[in-house]
T-cell receptor
Framework: AQTVTQSQPEMSVQEAETVTLSCTYD???????LFWYKQPPSRQMILVIR??????QNATENRFSVNFQKAAKSFSLKISDSQLGDTAMYFC????????????FGTGTRLQVTL | DTGVSQDPRHKITKRGQNVTFRCDPI?????LYWYRQTLGQGPEFLTY????????KSRLLSDRFSAERPKGSFSTLEIQRTEQGDSAMYLC??????????????FGPGTRLTVL
């Protein structure tokens, strides 16, 4: 079974600075998807960015980008120009390709953006 | 598009009581997922529907748990004889089905269950 590990329980960054959240995973499959989800305090979870394992190019979404290292099974999230609204729990998640597509989540990283 | 909705948002019950939660997915999304999130943890998969068919259940889903999705629209998750260990946030998500690709799952706000 696949596992997802987030080794940073909490991180803090000043507004306008850059921060990187780490994620590693374990799977024997070659085709899969990786996601970063954001869960603001008392609000619902939303997708930040996704990466297909067969794509070598790292995904980017505005201020958010990933560093996907398939051989190392690493999938880090970089947030540039951090904003107060980025304060949230960030979850790394994995899913196989196929019909089920259920997500396996890490334990999360709590990010605090400060003035 | 009003998003995924869940009802109730909060539920407090006494141990041994039955509870039922409802999830309304985004219209035309034919996949629906239930997850459970305990404090300090990431969500854990419970079960999954494609239209009205329940296609997969996690081992976390004991025989006290049952989920339905009649007519492939809204879904209900029932917990019978609740235990304190059932206290958690229950999240629902839905996704469309397009080809063979994994689709983005859109999450609801969750139902927070507290069992006293």
């Amino acid at each position: 079974a696949q596992t997802v590990t987030q080794s940073q329980p909490e991180m803090s960054v000043q507004e306008a600075e850059t921060v990187t959240l780490s994620c590693t995973y374990d799977t024997s499959e070659s085709n899969y998807y990786l996601f970063w989800y954001k869960q603001p305090p008392s609000r619902q979870m939303i997708l930040v960015i996704r990466q297909e394992a067969y794509k070598q190019q790292n995904a980017t979404e505005n201020r958010f980008s990933v560093n996907f290292q398939k051989a190392a099974k690493s999938f880090s999230l970089k947030i540039s120009d951090s904003q107060l609204g980025d304060t949230a729990m960030y979850f790394c998640a994995f899913s196989y390709t196929g019909t089920a597509s259920k997500l396996t989540f890490g334990t999360g990283t709590r990010l605090q953006v400060t003035l | 598009d009003t998003g995924v909705s869940q009802d109730p948002r909060h539920k407090i019950t006494k141990r041994g009581q039955n509870v039922t939660f409802r999830c309304d997915p985004i219209s035309e999304h034919n996949r629906l997922y239930w997850y459970r999130q305990t404090l300090g943890q990431g969500p854990e998969f419970l079960t999954y529907f494609q239209n009205e068919a329940q296609l997969e259940k996690s081992r976390l889903l004991s025989d006290r748990f049952s989920a339905e999705r009649p007519k492939g629209s809204f879904s209900t998750l029932e917990i019978q004889r609740t235990e304190q260990g059932d206290s958690a946030m229950y999240l629902c998500a839905s996704s469309p089905r397009t080809g063979g690709l994994t689709d983005t799952q859109y999450f609801g706000p969750g139902t927070r269950l507290t069992v006293l």
